[in-house]
């Protein structure tokens, strides 16, 4: 989640964001990453190492049928990048567009190491002002703690797990939720989390080795203990590496790490494959899949969503799953932009993407939004309604799963 802090200390008031808009503030990147001398990836340049990665050239890249000649097309040479190549971000060459999306395969990069390690390093960075008092903004709700979730994970929550991905700075992680496919019913492959869990917004482009690792962590293992733990352990139902994401044109003209900028548009639809293969479809691996309800009511008629994701930055870990049920509000960052839920929750970085789930008008579960930015020092949540985009964006990666097949 991309977090805020401000530096007034001014108490709630209706129809203003009391916290955050109309101050000049601090924030800290949501995505969570590895520190330096841990997982770094470099910057632009790629020259620094990634420590978990000395055995890089040992990997195999596994292309899905249809991606080879597209990876050629951007001039990606396959060998180079199985060795390590995908560490180096020039700017110039970094893929943005939303249509340039390409991700191979690297069999074995996430293991248990890296995918354990692909923690929040707490990075601060400045930002200039947000919006001000403007839209309809409900006060900062009453802080809800996030209640642990008892493992077994997969049988309270099927549907959750993490996002594992690559980007300048390092190893980073999500949360995020299996979504059933309307062209595919009761075998989707399609997987819901935030567009900044997959793109960097209007200064960068698509990061990279996205894979989405369903059930993390099942058996709810301390930290101490996953030191030592299997992949098996830590990714019982394997690791699926996304072929195929899409996000808002809004958030990739103008989102980014920091501020609520692109924050109404922070969604993203994955696509994803088994990184061993197999005929059986990510749905039927776990054994669930949620609804979209892209008519959800809004949240003065909502009586409760409840928030899932892997919180990584302190006082959590990243390593346990955790939820929030709560009652929405309403945020607004500007008079032209949609308003966003918002819900009492200390969960952290770590949580973006991770689903909000409500009943949808059958009294059913349903997916209605997804975490997307919080204050620093934690306390509460937004994600974006969903709407037309949203669903657009949907059926278009349910569509383009037949070709990825």
Known sequence: MRTTRAR???????????????????????LTACGPGEDSAGGDDGAKPVA???SAGDHKIRIPDGLRDRLKEHGIDLGKWEDGAWRKWDKDAWLRKAEDYVNPI??????????????????RVDAGDLAGD????DPAPAPVKAAAVPPPYHDALPEAGKVLFD???????CSATVVQDPAHPGKSNLVWTAGHCVHAGQKGGWYRNIAFVPAYNNAGKPTAELETATRE???????????WAQTSKEWIASGGPTGGAGAPYDFAVLHVTPENGGGKSLEET???ALPVDFAAPSAAKTPSLTASGYPAAPPFDGQALYQCPAKPGRLSLGPAQPTMYRIG???????SGGGWVGKNADGKPALVSNTSIGPVTGGWLAGPRLGKEAEDIYRAVSDKADSLS
Do not use: H, N, Y
């Not at 403007?134 to 903004?137: E, K, L």
């Not at 352990?233 to 072929?243: M, N, Q, Y």
């Open 52 to 54: 978990s990665d000395s």
């Open 167 to 173: 980007s300048p700075e390092g190893s980073m992680v």
């Open 345 to 351: 929750c200390t969960m952290t970085g770590g949580a």
């Open 8 to 30: 007034t200390g001014r108490g709630p008031r209706r129809g203003s964001w009391p916290i955050a808009i109309g101050a000049a503030l601090t924030l800290t990147l949501t």
């Open 134 to 137: 403007q839209g309809v903004t």
């Open 106 to 123: 690297i069999d074995g990069l996430w293991d248990p190491d890296r995918m354990r390690r692909a923690e929040d390093p707490q990075k």
């Open 233 to 243: 352990e830590i990714a019982p139902f394997g690791v699926w590496w996304s072929d």
């Open 286 to 288: 776990v054994g669930g």
